[in-house]
C-alpha cells in the first residue's frame, strides 16, 4: 500500500542535541512538506520541497534544516538552534490530481526535550 | 496573506444529532479546500476534496460544501456517532504550487 512512513514514532532528546526525523514516500509525489503541530494549535508549515534537490523555508523554519536528495525522502533536523522543539512534527506530500492539490500526510513523530 | 478560521472551537453533541463545522478564509482565489480529521496523537487523515469549480463533496455521512464568493466551507456530519470523535481540521490552497493553509481545527465530541 502507498503512504508516508514517519520514523520514530516517539524521539526524546537532550538539550543541545541534533536529532533527524525521517519521512519517506513511496507515493511517487513531488511535493513534500513538514509541519509542527502544538497543543491547541494549527499547523505551522517549517519546510517544503517542490522537487528533488530544492526546498523551502516554511513560516518557522529557524533552528531546523532538510535535505532532499531523494524523490521518496524528505528528512527534517532539529537543531540545537531551535529553542522549543517539544512538538509533534507531521510529513506530508501532495500531487496535481485532476487540478487540485491533494495532500496525504504520514502518522507523525513526537519529540521531547528533557 | 490567507487565513483560515474555524468555528466553534469545540463542539459536544449527543449521538445522533446532525452537525455543522465551519471554515473561513480570506482569499477568495482558491485552487481547493480540503477537510481532514486528526484522532489524538495521530496523523491527519483526508475525508473531503473540493475543488474551486466545485459546490460540494460527500462521502458516506459527509457531506461538505463550497462558498468561494464568501470564504466558506462547511462540513456536514449527519447522524454523528461515537467513532466521530475527533479533531476536524480545514485546509485551503490558493494555486498550483501554493502552499496549504490550516484552520486551527473543530474539536468534536459525539457523546453516546
Known amino acids: 500500500d502507498g503512504g508516508i512512513t514517519q520514523s520514530p514514532k516517539y524521539l526524546f532528546r537532550k538539550e543541545g542535541q541534533n536529532v533527524t526525523l525521517s519521512c519517506e514516500q513511496n507515493?511517487?509525489?513531488?511535493?513534500m512538506y513538514w509541519y509542527r503541530q502544538d497543543p491547541g494549535q494549527g499547523l505551522r508549515l517549517i519546510y517544503y520541497?517542490?522537487?528533488?534537490?530544492?526546498?523551502q523555508k516554511g513560516d518557522i523554519a529557524e533552528g531546523y534544516s532538510v535535505s532532499r536528495e531523494k524523490k521518496e525522502s524528505f528528512p527534517l533536523t532539529v537543531t540545537s538552534a531551535q529553542k522549543n522543539p517539544t512538538a509533534f512534527y507531521l510529513c506530508?506530500?501532495?500531487?496535481?490530481?485532476?487540478?487540485?492539490?491533494?495532500?496525504?500526510f504520514g502518522a507523525g513523530s513526537r519529540l521531547t526535550v528533557l | 496573506k490567507q487565513e483560515v478560521t474555524q468555528i466553534p472551537a469545540a463542539l459536544s453533541v449527543p449521538e445522533g444529532e446532525n452537525l455543522v463545522l465551519n471554515c473561513s478564509f480570506t482569499d477568495s482565489a482558491i485552487y481547493n479546500l480540503q477537510w481532514f480529521r486528526q484522532d489524538p496523537g495521530k496523523g491527519l487523515t483526508s475525508l473531503l476534496l473540493?475543488?474551486?469549480?466545485?459546490r460540494e463533496q460527500t462521502s458516506g455521512r459527509l457531506n461538505a460544501s463550497l462558498d468561494k464568493s464568501s470564504g466558506r466551507s462547511t462540513l456536514y456530519i449527519a447522524a454523528s456517532q461515537p467513532g466521530d470523535s475527533a479533531t476536524y481540521l480545514c485546509a485551503v490552497v490558493s494555486g498550483y504550487g501554493q502552499n496549504f493553509v490550516f484552520g486551527p481545527g473543530t474539536r468534536l465530541s459525539v457523546l453516546p
Open positions: 507515493l511517487n509525489h513531488d511535493a
Open positions: 506530508a506530500s501532495s500531487i496535481a490530481v485532476s487540478g487540485a492539490n491533494v495532500l496525504t
Open positions: 520541497s517542490q522537487i528533488v534537490n530544492d526546498f
Open positions: 473540493i475543488q474551486s469549480s466545485q
